[in-house]
């Protein structure tokens, strides 16, 4: 280290460090002299990266949106704590009807489907960091990064129920664990910094 930098040099760029850049900053007087017999500046200091947690904006995604990607949104949205983490889905072909049996099995499991049904947008696609397709019968590939919107796209390959189908509830309460399951394992990898985009 430069004998010749004195103290005033220390604090006024550890001043820019903590301003400008995103991380905490500790600064301890402490008077020692280096092994060499050098005199040091008397400050100890420890810079780390910030804590700040960026903006996240998911986009849940399923074939109609009246299900599997309302079930997803419905309950991100009921266990997420962080203001910084914004929710929506869309379908990739929008259904006009709602699904009563759908909203009454959701319900039963303490789900609130927000809505009707909606289709995907290039607005929703633009917004979205983290895109999660909530189905067996989306391709991924229309989804992944293709130099414009950078995004991390996750699929999750969850078969859909129809009304016509024996047992349809006994199904739908499956399905809707399954995705409650999924959830709640990708909330924590976002809250410990481990999905990259």
Do not use: H
């Amino acid at each position: 280290m430069n004998q010749n930098i004195n103290n005033k040099f220390f604090i006024s760029t550890l001043t820019k460090l903590f301003r400008y850049g995103d991380c905490s900053l500790t600064v301890e007087y402490r008077p020692v002299a280096s092994e060499t017999g050098v005199r040091l500046p008397p400050f100890a200091f420890n810079i780390k990266k910030g804590n700040k947690m960026r903006k996240i904006n998911i986009l849940f995604i399923c074939k109609y949106n009246i299900f599997r990607s309302k079930v997803a949104e419905a309950y991100f949205e009921k266990i997420n704590k962080n203001k910084n983490i914004k929710i929506k889905s869309a379908g990739l072909i929008p259904e006009s009807k709602k699904n009563y049996k759908i909203i009454k099995t959701t319900k039963k499991l303490g789900l609130r489907l927000k809505g009707s049904s909606k289709g995907i947008t290039t607005r929703l696609l633009k917004q979205a960091n983290i895109i999660v397709i909530v189905a067996n019968d989306v391709p991924e590939d229309i989804f992944k990064y293709n130099g414009i919107y950078p995004r991390k796209v996750i699929l999750w390959k969850i078969n859909d129920v129809y009304n016509t189908e024996k047992d349809v509830d006994i199904k739908r309460e499956r399905v809707i664990k399954q995705i409650m399951k999924k959830i709640d394992k990708l909330n924590k990898n976002i809250e410990k910094n481990k999905i990259k985009w």
